[in-house]
């Protein structure tokens, strides 16, 4: 494999255009980590047009995989959760050409797990628990039980990443083995899921109103990015200005399903307003943050 790297290094080193190389083996025969291969090049560069190249190549008998991001594509990977084994390739990449130590900065950044980005990551795990939640609970009152076990599967697995979250760790690296110690609630859960005596339905069912019961509790602490965002201006946000927001706009996640559960738990207000096309008939809605003393009006009249 070092003849390789060297290969590539050699390559690259004259390429003005080079930010980062980075060097992932596959650890074990057949693992997914690299897709099978034998040994991940991962290209950073400043051109944006070679963004989302990849390639096969064998060399000496030996499969490489070349991928190619700039670094508005590696931002959406990390940050937006768009490749959920780039943590995994950033922990064990060997960095054979790093400028700037720009890779080896987000290496050392992503393993202290700043504020920030844990709040993004549970935003978006938080999303995708909702919505797998609902699309399960729809196939139980549609009668497709095997789809409804599927979904609640998959939110168990977005639930057990969200207690990670919250523990600082990263759920890509690690999920069920750390999770038994951290939070044994969710994994005994996965066992009634996955193991029980009881009847599928049955143990559909059970976790169905667990996961009901997290999703009201946890919505608060888990919305809290989205929240603090809304808060911090008097006008209310368009779903757009939300979306273009830096702080979401390289995360993969569903803020308008968001913004209406939180309408609907009454931590979000709908303000209605005339839309850029001036049609009195087809109101604009745009958000806002209810404060404590609205609730308190609220609640007393």
């Avoid at 950033?90 to 960095?95: S, Y």
């Avoid at 069912?205 to 919505?219: D, G, I, N, P, R």
């Avoid at 308008?256 to 096309?277: G, H, P």
């Amino acid at each position: 494999m070092e003849h390789i790297k060297q290969h590539f290094v050699e390559s690259y080193k004259n390429d003005s255009g080079l930010i980062s190389l980075a060097a992932i083996e596959n650890p074990v025969p057949y693992n997914p980590l690299i897709d099978g291969h034998d040994l991940l090049l991962l290209i950073v560069s400043e051109r944006s047009e070679l963004a989302g190249r990849t390639e096969h190549l064998r060399i000496d008998g030996e499969r490489v995989l070349v991928r190619t991001v700039d670094k508005e594509m590696l931002n959406r990977w990390i940050y937006g959760g768009e490749n959920r084994s780039i943590i995994q390739w950033l922990e064990r990449g060997q960095l054979l050409i790093d400028r700037d130590d720009y890779l080896m900065n987000i290496r050392n950044s992503l393993m202290v797990f700043p504020d920030l980005f844990r709040e993004q990551k549970r935003l978006v795990e938080f999303a995708a628990y909702i919505r797998t939640y609902l699309q399960a609970k729809q196939d139980m009152q549609d009668g497709n039980l095997l789809d409804a076990y599927s979904n609640i599967l998959a939110g168990l697995h977005h639930w057990a990443h969200i207690a990670l979250i919250e523990e600082g760790q990263h759920p890509e690296l690690t999920v069920w083995r750390q999770l038994r110690r951290v939070h044994p609630g969710i994994y005994k859960l996965y066992e009634e899921l996955t193991a029980s005596s009881e009847t599928l339905e049955q143990r559909v069912q059970l976790v169905m109103l667990a996961c009901e019961f997290t999703v009201m509790s946890k919505m608060k602490a888990c919305c809290s990015l989205l929240l603090r965002t809304l808060a911090s201006r008097p006008e209310p946000w368009s779903i757009m200005e939300l979306q273009n927001h830096p702080v979401f706009a390289h995360l993969h996640v569903d803020l308008s399903l968001m913004l209406q559960k939180l309408v609907n738990r009454s931590f979000v207000r709908e303000v209605a307003f005339i839309s850029e096309t001036g049609d009195p008939e087809a109101l604009e809605l745009r958000y806002t943050v209810i404060s404590s003393a609205d609730s308190d009006r609220t609640n007393a009249g």
